[in-house]
């Protein structure tokens, strides 16, 4: 029979059974066990008033014969009345082992009063003694403890409820309260049912609704979810767990947990009888794995791990060999010794959905449960000791977890994303800003040889002057003529100038938007080739067509923007219009020009001086258009720069956007009454930044004067990563890095240009940081135990899809007054939502978190008592109500109950047990 521990069952212990004295109904034995396993009930409260027929021992048998656990359920009237006169019911309910030779003797001595005779309750026969008979709760009491009988441990007192505080006298109703175990209800009415729970929970005590059934019918209609192995120790369990192994609803609890996300069973399959080939069971709430010193506990656990992690190479399955300084296996079961393959091994893990994987089947397969969390021994710890040297371990961490959830991976990877296309820009941006810059130079020193603006005006005024005096002869309206047609002329060259001049610019302009278009071409069918989906690969290839008109409307661009042979503009374009247009006005007013100029004595001079004008008026023009342009320059250059830093306070600005994504996240598990608070901030890594300036520059040459935000010295206590900072002072520091760079007052080493050391100034060192605090203490500044009990909780609370945590030993990470009383909390309440195992020597863990399935494991030859189980590595399961005393086996794993080996091997298992169970006798 398959064992898995402790699991929700239905229970109805109270149902009449055919053969009850008062209110019978007829069916045979075989039509009420037929509606008992059409109900699904698997543990029955066999019942009838006063006594026993005979024929219930032989129902009893035939019922457990089909695996229906059976107890057997005295009702008993008492001589106390309620405050509605009425009499107040109770059940002893006895162990389904008890044998009824003890029934029997307990029936003959215990007296009842008939209407004031007394008889004992095995000599009751009428229907007067049955509905007349009463019972003296202390005279039962000491009935049922009277060593002779020999009851004692092997019954349950249950007090049927009509509702909270119903009895008359306080002092009966508080002795009543004091002494029984349970509480019995059976009202159609659920407000009743949970006012009641909630009422008797106050004093510890269990409320169970059962159907009362008198008939087939009502058999089953109402019953209690019982978490518990079948059988009276499991009963037991609900007097000690009163709230969380008893469920008062319709469908099972926890029915909400996926069989996809839960270990069912494993199995393992080696030579030499390594490991036991039966399968070891898991239960789907809390699993604890207990044994002595090498046992195979971890090898379950870890096993468990590497057969169904996401990535089989995390370093969370690995340790560093010291001598051969590589990463290894924690274990290497695939080996009987060094060298030696163990070509029969294997291990496979089934779940409860169906599907099962096994470990040597991972290198071509994907896991069929990656959301596994595993947490070695002594893992939580060293996290911690390595957050505390670098924050930058307990970030990653903390940021994986808040990723699990798709929809915020997705938005972190968008973030990332979005940086890194920052970077690039930014990255861009600097180099348009020294091209421009460069541009710029070049312009400043090719104006200088441009020569001076008023040396030219002089020079023309001159020239202008020296062709008055020779035209003295012209008459006024000659004068005018022959200015307005000069005048003319220049103007028309300095035209033809500009035409030229803007050829040259858009043909430029031509060729660089050619090539950016050719490379986003290749892009986007590199982007298009990849995308999986046809409907969507379709949709944004037409989409996207306008990249491709755009690259084929630069080759008709080209055309136009293009000379001949001969170096004149294609006909047909507008700058062959256009110089076409001006030679024609040209020659004209060369032609109107002409009877002027022969008025001239010395023609030649004038026609020197003409040119000297038309020329220094052309170099005006030029160095004026010049002087324009390197003003643009200036702009640009400064525009550019100011797009530089715009860029930088993007990426700042992107990390506060993600934080402000991700705080639906953590706000759920920061309004958790158990409250672990994760507070997000922008921090800059300093030290980064710090060892990149030092690698940058000469040291003997630098100073940090007008950036010490940035930057400080050593013996001026330089700031830590983790610091609050202020992006506009950062901001400051920057704008007189930049300013220093770029003038040259710092001057890059190592085969840097300024162009290179800006780049690396402004390389990102933000970064998203997630500090966290419990109680209002940093995680920092706990103990290594408080810390690492934080970071427990963190993972588990923080893991989005709910499947299994292996935990290794945690007692070795959490300080004791942690596991006494937190991690026990923590657990019972996590073990609702996910499967958890765990291996442990704390018997705190084992008995107070009421874990429901003990897994034991031994390791032949590594114990004082020798086994004779075949298997090298063996193990056994059960639930922690499992109980039996040493049988004399000599396999020792078979020898005793699972309380008994957790009394045997957990240290303090015997006293975890006797603070829990007021009632047992553990001797």
Same mark, same amino acid.
């Given at each position: ?458 020079? @023309?005024?001159?020239?202008? &002057?020296?062709? #008055?005096? $020779? +035209?003295?002869? =012209?008459?006024?309206?000659? *004068? ?105 006005? @040209?020659?004209?007013?060369? &032609?109107?020009? #002409?009877? $002027? +100029?022969?008025? =001239?004595?010395?023609?030649? *001079? ?115 990563? $983790? ?201």
């Amino acid at each position: 029979m398959v064992n898995r521990g402790s699991e929700w069952r239905k229970w109805d212990l109270h149902v009449h059974s055919p053969y009850t004295f008062l209110n019978k109904y007829s069916s045979t034995d075989e039509e009420f066990i037929s509606k008992v396993k059409a109900k699904n009930i698997s543990c029955l409260g066999l019942t009838n008033y006063f006594k026993f027929d005979t024929r219930e021992y032989e129902l009893k048998k035939k019922l457990e014969d089909e695996d229906i656990i059976t107890f057997l359920n005295l009702e008993l009237r008492l001589d106390y009345q309620n405050k509605d006169d009425e009499c107040l019911d109770l059940h002893i309910i006895f162990s389904n082992k008890v044998c009824n030779e003890k029934i029997d003797r307990f029936l003959n001595n215990m007296t009842v009063n008939v209407q004031g005779v007394d008889k004992k309750l095995a000599d009751l026969n009428s229907l007067n003694d049955f509905k007349k008979a009463v019972i003296n709760f202390d005279s039962l009491l000491e009935c049922l403890k009277t060593e002779s009988i020999g009851l004692n441990g092997e019954f349950l007192i249950g007090f049927l409820s009509r509702g909270k505080g119903n009895a008359r006298s306080s002092t009966n109703y508080e002795k009543i309260t004091r002494n029984i175990d349970l509480l019995i209800h059976s009202t159609n009415n659920p407000k009743n049912v949970y006012e009641d729970r909630e009422f008797w929970l106050e004093y510890k005590k269990p409320v169970l609704q059962n159907s009362d059934a008198h008939s087939l019918e009502t058999i089953g209609n109402k019953f209690t979810w019982i978490k518990a192995h079948k059988s009276f120790e499991g009963l037991k369990q609900i007097t000690y767990e009163p709230e969380e192994r008893v469920k008062i609803q319709t469908e099972m609890p926890e029915s909400e947990k996926l069989d996809q996300l839960m270990i069912e069973k494993v199995t393992f399959t080696s030579s030499n009888d390594r490991f036991t080939p039966d399968p070891i069971y898991f239960n789907k709430n809390l699993n604890v794995i207990i044994g002595g010193k090498s046992s195979g506990k971890s090898i379950l656990l870890y096993e468990i791990a590497k057969t169904l992690y996401a990535n089989t190479e995390d370093k969370v399955l690995k340790y560093r060999d010291i001598e051969s300084n590589t990463e290894k296996d924690l274990y290497e079961l695939e080996y009987l010794k060094e060298g030696q393959k163990d070509n029969d091994y294997s291990f496979c893990v089934h779940l409860y959905s169906g599907s099962s994987q096994k470990k040597d089947d991972r290198e071509e397969n994907s896991s069929i449960l990656s959301s596994i969390k595993y947490i070695p021994q002594n893992h939580l710890s060293n996290l911690v000791d390595k957050s505390r040297k670098n924050g930058a371990t307990l970030k990653k961490i903390i940021r994986n977890l808040i990723l699990e959830e798709p929809r915020f991976k997705e938005k972190y990877d968008d973030f990332v994303e979005k940086a890194k296309a920052n970077d690039r820009i930014r990255n861009q941006d600097i180099d348009y800003y020294f091209t421009l810059k460069d541009n710029l130079d070049s312009k400043e020193k090719e104006l200088l040889g441009k020569g001076d603006t008023k040396a030219l005006k002089e020079g @023309i005024f001159h020239n202008k &002057k020296k062709i #008055e005096e $020779l +035209n003295k002869d =012209f008459t006024a309206e000659e *004068q005018a003529k022959y200015t307005e047609l000069t005048e003319k002329l220049s103007l028309l060259k300095i035209k033809e100038n500009q035409i030229n001049s803007d050829f040259e610019k858009l043909r430029n302009f031509q060729i660089e938007l050619k090539r950016f278009l050719e490379e986003y071409s290749n892009k986007k069918r590199i982007t298009i080739d990849t995308l999986q989906n046809d409907k969507i690969k379709d949709e944004y290839q037409s989409k996207l067509a306008f990249i491709d008109e755009a690259l084929s409307s630069t080759s008709e661009l080209a055309k136009e923007l293009s000379k001949g042979e001969d170096e004149k503009y294609i006909q047909g374009s507008v700058f062959a219009d256009l110089i076409n247009d001006i030679s024609t006005e @040209i020659k004209q007013a060369e &032609k109107d020009l #002409e009877p $002027l +100029n022969a008025k =001239f004595d010395n023609q030649k *001079q004038v026609a020197a001086l003409q040119k000297s004008i038309r020329e220094s008026e052309e170099k005006i023009t030029e160095i004026e258009q010049f002087l324009k342009e390197v003003e643009k320059n200036k702009k640009a250059v400064e525009e550019q720069k100011e797009k530089i830093f715009k860029d930088f306070k993007t990426n700042f600005e992107l990390y506060d956007e993600i934080i402000k994504d991700l705080q639906p996240r953590i706000t759920d598990i920061n309004s958790e009454a158990d409250k672990v608070e994760i507070l997000p901030s922008i921090k800059y890594n300093f030290p980064k930044f710090r060892k990149l300036i030092d690698s940058l520059f000469d040291g003997r040459r630098f100073n940090n004067q007008g950036f010490e935000e940035l930057y400080q010295y050593v013996d001026k206590n330089p700031k830590s990563a $983790l610091v609050d900072i202020d992006y506009i002072e950062i901001e400051k520091s920057l704008r007189i890095l930049f300013e220093k760079i770029n003038n040259g007052d710092l001057s890059p080493k190592g085969g840097n240009n300024k162009k290179d050391a800006i780049k690396k100034v402004f390389t990102d060192f933000f970064f998203d940081h997630w500090d966290v605090k419990s109680q209002g203490d940093d995680i920092h500044k706990m103990s290594t135990g408080k810390a690492s009990f934080v970071l427990l909780k963190l993972i588990i609370k923080l893991s989005k899809d709910n499947g299994p945590i292996l935990i290794d030993q945690p007692e070795d990470n959490l300080d004791n007054r942690s596991i006494s009383k937190a991690l026990v909390n923590f657990l019972k309440d996590k073990k609702k939502e996910r499967q958890i195992i765990l291996v442990t020597h704390n018997p705190n863990i084992v008995v107070n978190a009421d874990a429901e399935n003990i897994i034991v494991a031994n390791q032949k030859g590594q114990n004082d008592v020798e086994s004779t189980s075949s298997y090298t590595f063996d193990y056994i399961n059960g639930a922690l109500e499992n109980s039996f005393p040493y049988n004399g086996s000599s396999d020792l794993l078979k020898s005793m109950g699972i309380r008994e080996h957790i009394a045997e091997v957990v240290e303090g298992g015997k006293e975890a047990f006797k603070k829990r169970e007021e009632k047992y006798g553990f001797m």
